[in-house]
T-cell receptor, first 114, second 114 residues
Framework: EAQVTQNPRYLITVTGKKLTVTCSQNMNHEYMSWYRQDPGLGLRQIYYSMNVEVTDKGDVPEGYKVSRKEKRNFPLILESPSPNQTSLYFC?????????????FGPGTRLLVL | AQKVTQAQTEISVVEKEDVTLDCVYETRDTTYYLFWYKQPPSGELVFLIRRNSFDEQNEISGRYSWNFQKSTSSFNFTITASQVVDSAVYFCALNSWGAQKLVFGQGTRLTINP
């Protein structure tokens, strides 16, 4: 079954404690992306990746890092989380890069930073 | 610049009523895609429809229909004979060809009361 998986699905942490949210897809997609969803703002892109070792900033990259060492994985790293990063996070993948005609979303990760 | 506006923050109707969710978009590109997603209370994003900018035909899928009008830059979504299971947050989104992201509207929370 074609899918995007995210882990963990729910996370409560404290300010400053580094965390990683994993994202994996089994569709051999070149393009992957991270979004955050906040009330009244919809979803906003954090980072995206066109292929292995190719990443770029989205609209709200501050406080986040990503890596793309393998095609299937695109982890989101919060080196020093702060309460304003409390949000619902979605990973997405699609193919081909350059045309997001069909984008697959993961189930979401709810993050609470105390 | 690309922008999507869903002016209706919340809508509440009684079951069996028809309801229309508005979506207005801005883009300078001639090639683009428009999307609607449903987010039920469980939080995942459910893909409903994708429309490319060259296809202005309206679409109907069961109780759902979409009205795409380039002249007014709108892509409205109508639910006929609404049901309680239609209660969700609905997002309209835009992808301009070559832009490596979806631009989402703020979302409309739809509540269908029995």
């Amino acid at each position: 079954e074609a899918q995007v998986t995210q882990n963990p699905r729910y996370l409560i942490t404290v300010t400053g404690k580094k965390l990683t949210v994993t994202c994996s897809q089994n569709m051999n997609h070149e393009y992957m992306s991270w979004y955050r969803q906040d009330p009244g703002l919809g979803l906003r892109q954090i980072y995206y990746s066109m292929n292995v070792e190719v990443t770029d900033k989205g609209d709200v990259p501050e406080g986040y890092k990503v890596s793309r060492k393998e095609k299937r994985n695109f982890p989101l790293i919060l080196e020093s989380p702060s309460p304003n990063q409390t949000s619902l996070y979605f990973c997405a993948s699609s193919s081909p890069a350059g045309g997001l005609e069909t984008q697959y979303f993961g189930p979401g990760t709810r993050l609470l930073v105390l | 610049a690309q922008k999507v506006t869903q002016a209706q923050t919340e809508i509440s109707v009684v079951e069996k009523e028809d309801v229309t969710l508005d979506c207005v978009y801005e883009t300078r590109d001639t090639t683009y895609y428009l999307f609607w997603y449903k987010q039920p209370p469980s939080g995942e994003l459910v893909f409903l429809i994708r429309r490319n900018s060259f296809d202005e035909q309206n679409e109907i899928s069961g109780r759902y229909s979409w009205n795409f009008q380039k002249s007014t830059s709108s892509f409205n979504f109508t639910i006929t004979a609404s049901q309680v299971v239609d209660s969700a947050v609905y997002f309209c989104a835009l992808n301009s060809w070559g832009a490596q992201k979806l631009v989402f509207g703020q979302g409309t929370r739809l509540t269908i009361n029995p």
